[in-house]
T-cell receptor, first 109, second 112 residues
């Protein structure tokens, strides 16, 4: 079967760094996505990895290891506005996204 | 219109009533999707359409139907609503060349 696993909830302090992990088992792989979703809003695109390695985009970075079926999203210099759910999704052999349940990130001052 | 528009934003519906959730995109994306999102369960695919004129069933299709008469519109119909269909519904589209999804702002549906 297809499965995406990520922690349900994480807590971090403003100004700190947090890493959100995602492991996956899917039929085929055409890339891994991270989305951010604030409460009551739609998911918005953060990052896309299709090759192994680290992709950096400002305060956010995303890493992929295809051989390990593993990715992480790294958030630096945390701000209160980063409080949101972070969704990991894998594009399968049919280019459909398989979604994890999301990680709720709570930022404390 | 810029991106994906969903209507209505929210709705309270009596059980047994028929309801159509509207979704329109102006990006000329081939693929469109309907998801429901419930607390603790994440996004679950209801139906999808890879191109105009074709549709397919997702993970939780029972009680829902869709049509794709043209590229822009992808309505979702609940033939006879039940309380378990209370949820937030998101429409999304994708350009198959990039794979990433663009989401509408969602419809919050309560069936009573």
């Amino acid at each position: 079967g297809q499965n995406i696993d990520q922690p349900t909830e994480m807590t971090a302090t403003e100004g700190a760094i947090v890493q959100i992990n995602c492991t996956y088992q899917t039929s085929g792989f055409n890339g891994l996505f991270w989305y951010q979703q604030h409460a009551g809003e739609a998911p918005t695109f953060l990052s896309y990895n299709v090759l192994d390695g680290l992709e950096e985009k400002g305060r956010f970075s995303s890493f992929l290891s295809r051989s390990k079926g593993y990715s992480y999203l790294l958030l630096k210099e945390l701000q209160m506005k980063d409080s949101a759910s972070y969704l990991c999704a894998v594009s399968d052999s049919n280019y459909q996204l398989i979604w994890g349940a999301g990680t709720k990130l709570i930022i404390k001052p | 219109i810029a991106g994906i528009t969903q209507a209505p934003t929210s709705q309270i519906l009596a059980a047994g009533r028929r309801m159509t959730l509207r979704c329109t995109q102006d990006m000329r994306h081939n693929a469109m999707y309907w998801y429901r999102q419930d607390l603790g369960l994440g996004l679950r695919l209801i139906h999808y359409s890879n191109t105009a004129g074709t549709t397919g069933k997702g993970e939780v299709p029972d009680g829902y139907s869709v049509s794709r008469a043209n590229t822009d519109d992808f309505p979702l119909t609940l033939a006879s609503a039940v309380p378990s269909q209370t949820s937030v519904y998101f429409c999304a589209s994708s350009d198959s060349t990039s794979g990433g999804y663009t989401f509408g702002s969602g419809t919050r549906l309560t069936v009573v």
